[in-house]
Protein backbone atom coordinates (compact mmCIF):
# COMPACT_ATOMS: atom_id res chain seq x y z
CA UNK A 1 0.00 0.00 0.00
CA UNK A 2 1.18 3.59 -0.71
CA UNK A 3 0.34 6.68 1.61
CA UNK A 4 -0.11 10.57 0.61
CA UNK A 5 0.28 12.80 3.23
CA UNK A 6 -0.26 16.54 2.42
CA UNK A 7 0.83 19.55 4.84
CA UNK A 8 0.67 23.03 4.76
CA UNK A 9 -2.59 24.22 4.60
CA UNK A 10 -4.15 26.83 6.38
CA UNK A 11 -5.38 30.58 6.81
CA UNK A 12 -3.68 33.29 4.82
CA UNK A 13 -4.50 36.97 3.80
CA UNK A 14 -5.26 38.11 -0.05
CA UNK A 15 -1.98 38.30 -1.74
CA UNK A 16 -0.04 36.11 0.87
CA UNK A 17 1.79 32.78 0.13
CA UNK A 18 1.36 29.14 1.33
CA UNK A 19 3.07 25.91 0.78
CA UNK A 20 1.78 22.85 0.31
CA UNK A 21 3.71 19.46 0.70
CA UNK A 22 2.86 15.84 -0.27
CA UNK A 23 4.97 12.38 1.21
CA UNK A 24 4.50 9.71 -0.83
CA UNK A 25 5.54 6.30 1.37
CA UNK A 26 4.85 2.76 0.99
CA UNK A 27 5.87 0.19 -1.22
CA UNK A 28 7.07 2.54 -3.84
CA UNK A 29 9.34 1.04 -7.17
CA UNK A 30 8.66 4.39 -9.62
CA UNK A 31 6.40 7.40 -8.99
CA UNK A 32 5.30 8.65 -12.55
CA UNK A 33 2.83 12.14 -12.38
CA UNK A 34 2.06 13.78 -9.23
CA UNK A 35 -0.29 16.58 -8.93
CA UNK A 36 -2.53 18.79 -6.74
CA UNK A 37 -6.36 19.29 -7.47
CA UNK A 38 -8.78 20.99 -5.56
CA UNK A 39 -12.02 20.69 -4.41
CA UNK A 40 -14.81 22.97 -3.27
CA UNK A 41 -18.27 21.70 -2.32
CA UNK A 42 -21.00 20.83 -4.48
CA UNK A 43 -17.84 21.47 -7.23
CA UNK A 44 -15.79 18.65 -9.06
CA UNK A 45 -12.27 18.45 -8.53
CA UNK A 46 -10.02 20.51 -10.87
CA UNK A 47 -6.61 20.14 -11.86
CA UNK A 48 -4.36 23.01 -10.04
CA UNK A 49 -0.73 21.46 -11.41
CA UNK A 50 0.69 18.34 -12.73
CA UNK A 51 4.43 17.16 -12.83
CA UNK A 52 6.08 14.53 -14.81
CA UNK A 53 8.74 12.15 -13.24
CA UNK A 54 10.96 14.50 -15.91
CA UNK A 55 10.04 17.67 -14.29
CA UNK A 56 8.03 18.86 -17.38
CA UNK A 57 4.93 21.02 -15.49
CA UNK A 58 1.15 21.66 -16.36
CA UNK A 59 -0.94 24.30 -15.13
CA UNK A 60 -4.56 25.24 -14.44
CA UNK A 61 -5.12 28.53 -16.08
CA UNK A 62 -6.43 30.13 -13.27
CA UNK A 63 -3.27 29.35 -11.22
CA UNK A 64 -0.55 30.22 -14.05
CA UNK A 65 2.51 32.83 -12.96
CA UNK A 66 1.39 32.03 -9.18
CA UNK A 67 1.81 29.01 -8.57
CA UNK A 68 4.70 26.55 -9.03
CA UNK A 69 5.03 22.83 -8.65
CA UNK A 70 7.72 20.49 -8.01
CA UNK A 71 8.93 16.88 -6.40
CA UNK A 72 11.86 15.51 -5.12
CA UNK A 73 12.13 12.49 -6.85
CA UNK A 74 14.54 10.42 -4.36
CA UNK A 75 12.31 11.93 -1.17
CA UNK A 76 8.90 10.88 -2.84
CA UNK A 77 7.74 14.50 -2.27
CA UNK A 78 5.78 17.32 -4.34
CA UNK A 79 5.36 20.36 -3.34
CA UNK A 80 3.08 23.58 -4.21
CA UNK A 81 4.22 26.67 -3.70
CA UNK A 82 0.90 29.29 -3.77
CA UNK A 83 1.49 33.24 -4.42
CA UNK A 84 -0.51 35.61 -4.97
CA UNK A 85 -3.52 33.75 -3.09
CA UNK A 86 -7.02 35.15 -3.83
CA UNK A 87 -10.07 34.69 -1.89
CA UNK A 88 -11.44 32.07 -4.91
CA UNK A 89 -8.14 29.83 -4.08
CA UNK A 90 -10.29 28.84 -0.94
CA UNK A 91 -10.96 25.22 -1.26
CA UNK A 92 -9.64 21.91 -0.20
CA UNK A 93 -6.17 20.72 -1.99
CA UNK A 94 -5.72 17.12 -2.68
CA UNK A 95 -2.71 15.63 -3.42
CA UNK A 96 -2.35 13.03 -6.28
CA UNK A 97 0.87 9.99 -7.43
CA UNK A 98 0.58 7.59 -10.13
CA UNK A 99 2.54 4.96 -8.40
CA UNK A 100 4.65 2.17 -9.87
CA UNK A 101 4.66 -0.36 -6.82
CA UNK A 102 6.64 -3.42 -8.97
CA UNK A 103 3.46 -5.38 -10.14
CA UNK A 104 0.91 -2.78 -10.49
CA UNK A 105 0.11 1.41 -11.08
CA UNK A 106 -1.92 2.99 -9.32
CA UNK A 107 -3.42 6.50 -8.83
CA UNK A 108 -2.96 7.38 -5.13
CA UNK A 109 -4.78 10.44 -3.48
CA UNK A 110 -4.19 12.43 -0.11
CA UNK A 111 -6.51 12.82 2.62
CA UNK A 112 -6.66 17.06 1.39
CA UNK A 113 -5.61 19.72 3.40
CA UNK A 114 -8.03 23.18 3.68
CA UNK A 115 -6.32 26.69 2.15
CA UNK A 116 -8.47 29.63 2.77
CA UNK A 117 -7.86 33.21 1.90
CA UNK A 118 -9.40 35.58 3.75
CA UNK A 119 -9.92 39.28 2.01
Known amino acids: QVQLVESGGGLVQAGGSLRLSCAAS????????MGWYRQAPGNQRELVATITSGGSTNYADSVKGRFTISRDNAKNTVTLQMNSLKPEDTTVYYC?????????????WGQGTQVTVSS
Open 96 to 108: KASVNSGWSLREY
Open 26 to 33: GIIFSINA
